[in-house]
């Protein structure tokens, strides 16, 4: 009977809460707790391995990333005069730079903690900001502002604001100045060249 | 954009590098930068890595809570200067608590109580002032900034305790081991930079202004949407 009751309770409860999508602010909170639990965890992630950290980062964060919004942010005028084959080498040659910058941030962290700032947003928003602070001792707390929009998916962040300066904003200037002095096609160029000179260091 | 226009009518101006708005000196800029980059690579670099191989972490955590402490004077005086005087209280009181438990402030024992570490200077009270930022300016050793935070730097430099501490011996080495703590805490920050800038200039440049304008408005700067 017991084992009923809690039958029942889960289809009235546990399910419906799993059909929909978490509150961006507790998405962000549970992956960055399991993320932060796995990496102190893995030991070959601790010796130092590369491939494995990214391979925690592609299985855990990227699914809560929208790349494409992200690329189209950071070229500005220059998306809607890129082709669409363009757009998708664009996207993913961002993605494979933005994923191992985020991989080397990680690596640098030493338990430092986390203040999960309560979401200010009406139930009814789809555009938020969810305010994460990085705590450490004798120095000012380092704030990590997720930009985020509900898709059909749930939500996905488009841009990550690190002690106030916006990742994506950030690459914009360079975006541009590439675009205007080689192409768009010369962007993808500089783009594929660094991520293989950023392979390589791994690999040495 | 009438330039633009007038721009695409002549020929040959592709080849001409657009300037940005925000840095009318790049080229000047661009020359010290390279500059301040061989000093660091040939020398700041492998003294803090040298430093950092000899001294433990815990070490020094402990040397820039010392330095850390001796700033939240002047960070309350900013705050005060500012209005925002609950944080001025916070930011002495912080001061009081760890020079006293806090062993001349190489524990941060306010931290722990509740006390959070602010960040200000005069370049940020200027701003909050009213003052815009100015053209940007690499300085010689120092790297980013305007001529608003330059002119708030000379000032923070100018009341600073630490340029009052005798012998001169005495400050010179507190000197030097400011320039080595602070170098070395940046050494991972500097790595990443490195990995993520296309042209470095541009990244570090532009990721300086974000970050001043951030916090002028202590985190929350009026939002502008990228569109």
């Given at each position: 009977m017991k084992k009923f009751f809690a039958t029942l309770a889960l289809l009235a409860f546990g399910v419906p809460s799993l059909a929909q999508d978490p509150a961006p602010d507790a998405l962000v909170k549970s992956v960055t707790l399991e993320v932060i639990d796995l990496i102190s965890k893995d030991k070959e992630i601790k010796s130092g391995s590369r491939a494995k950290l990214v391979e925690v980062i592609e299985a855990?964060?990227?699914?809560?990333?929208n790349f494409t919004a992200m690329t189209a942010l950071a070229m500005g005028q220059n998306w809607n005069k890129s082709t669409p084959e363009q757009k998708k080498r664009l996207t993913e040659e961002f993605k494979t730079l933005l994923v191992r910058t985020y991989a080397s941030a990680l690596a640098a962290y030493s338990e430092q903690k986390f203040d999960f700032r309560p979401l200010r947003a009406?139930?009814?928003?789809t555009d938020v900001t969810v305010n994460v602070r990085v705590l450490q001792p004798g120095a000012q707390a380092v704030t990590l502002d997720y930009s985020m929009e509900k898709t059909a998916n749930g939500w996905k962040c488009y841009d990550v604001m690190v002690g106030g300066v916006s990742l994506v904003a950030n690459y914009r200037t360079e975006f541009a100045n590439t675009v205007r002095n080689s192409g768009i096609d010369g962007l993808i160029k500089d783009l594929q060249t660094k991520n293989r000179s950023l392979a390589k260091q791994d690999k040495k | 954009m009438r330039w633009a226009w007038l721009c695409l009518a002549?020929?040959?101006?592709?080849?001409v590098e657009e300037r940005d708005p925000r840095d009318p000196w790049e080229g000047f800029n661009r020359g010290i930068y390279s500059f301040n980059e061989t000093v660091d690579v040939y020398v700041a670099q492998p003294v803090a890595r040298a430093y950092v191989k000899v001294l433990h972490q815990e070490i020094r955590t402990r040397v820039g809570n010392f330095f850390s402490n001796v700033q939240d004077i002047f960070i309350g005086v900013n705050n005060f200067l500012q209005g925002k005087f609950v944080d001025g209280v916070n930011d002495w009181a912080r001061f009081t608590f760890n020079t006293t438990f806090g062993l001349l402030g190489i524990h941060d024992v306010a931290s722990e109580m509740g006390l959070e570490k602010n960040n200000e200077d005069f370049g940020q009270t200027f701003g909050r002032w009213g003052a815009g930022p100015g053209p940007y300016l690499i300085l010689p050793f120092l790297g980013s900034s305007t001529v608003r935070d330059g002119a708030g730097l000379a000032i923070d430099w100018w009341v600073?305790?630490?340029?009052?501490?005798?012998?001169i011996a005495l400050r010179n080495t507190l000197y030097g081991v400011y320039f080595v703590n602070t170098r070395a805490d940046l050494l991972e920050a500097g790595r990443i930079l490195e990995e993520a800038a296309l042209d470095k200039y541009v990244f570090q440049r532009d990721a300086y202004l974000q970050r001043r304008r951030s916090l002028i408005y202590d985190g929350s700067p009026p939002r502008e949407k990228l569109e």
């Open positions: 855990k964060v990227l699914p809560h990333f009406k139930p009814t928003d | 002549l020929s040959g101006c592709a080849t600073a305790p630490l340029t009052e501490a005798r012998p």
